[in-house]
């Protein structure tokens, strides 16, 4: 009965792969989103879909490319892995934009070697 | 533009000692606040929130926070604390622009 789930939990890859994260809710929010946090733990968020369609996109480099079949997915794919992609990825839905909870996956750990 | 800012980096305290989590934020009218906790190995869950209306607010957990316009601040406390409240916490801002800003995070230490 997870709310928010994610795969795989940990992704070790070698510089230049192409890999995709997964994310699904089963909460029947309209909104997901895909957070980065470095090793300092700086939360900084990527991408915001609300009912499939792109909201936000903060300048994050055209090699991550969000993908929503549907409203409960919001996958991740990432092109030629750099060694600074190497972060833990959340993935978030709420039920609508603003002013709205944000229920969180419990993070996807990439390492680039 | 919005930015939080929370000084410690981190904080120690003992079980059952009193606790409060400071946060200030930058932000040109009343922006939406909120605290996150994060436990190791696991994502963010909210601890509580403030739109609107009465300035203390109660959250999960037996957290509350209270916002204070004057000051620019929303500092999280706790009457006393547990072992298991040892995570990171996380205060962030939303100014009605849908983009969350969360602070650096505060790391909690308790000491039995």
């Known amino acids: 009965d997870t709310a928010v789930s994610q795969t795989p939990k940990y992704l070790v890859t070698q510089m230049g792969n192409d890999k995709s994260i997964k994310c699904e809710q089963n909460l029947g929010h309209d909104t997901m989103y895909w957070y980065k946090q470095d090793s300092k733990k700086f939360l900084k968020i990527m991408f915001s879909y609300n009912n499939k369609e792109l909201i936000i996109n903060e300048t994050v480099p055209n090699r991550f490319s969000p993908k929503s079949p549907d409203k409960a997915h919001l996958n991740l794919h990432i092109n030629s892995l750099e060694l600074g992609d190497s972060a833990v990825y959340f993935c978030?839905?709420?039920?609508?934009?603003?002013?709205?909870?944000?229920?969180f996956g419990p993070g996807t750990r990439l390492t680039v070697l | 533009a919005q930015s939080v800012t929370q000084p410690d980096i981190h904080i120690t305290v003992s079980e059952g000692a009193s606790l409060e989590l400071r946060c200030n934020y930058s932000?040109?009218?009343?922006?939406?606040l909120f605290w996150y906790v994060q436990s190791p190995g696991q994502g963010l869950q909210l601890l509580l929130k403030y739109f609107s209306g009465d300035t203390l607010v109660q959250g999960i957990k037996g957290f509350e926070a209270e916002f204070k316009r004057s000051q620019s601040s929303f500092n999280l406390r706790k009457p006393s604390v547990h072992w298991s409240d040892a995570a990171e916490y996380f205060c962030?801002?939303?100014?009605?622009?849908?983009?969350?800003?969360f602070g650096r995070g505060t790391s909690l230490i308790v000491h039995p």
């Open positions: 932000y040109g009218a009343t922006p939406y």
């Open positions: 978030a839905s709420s039920q609508g934009l603003a002013d709205n909870e944000q229920f």
């Open positions: 962030a801002v939303e100014g009605g622009s849908y983009i969350p800003t």
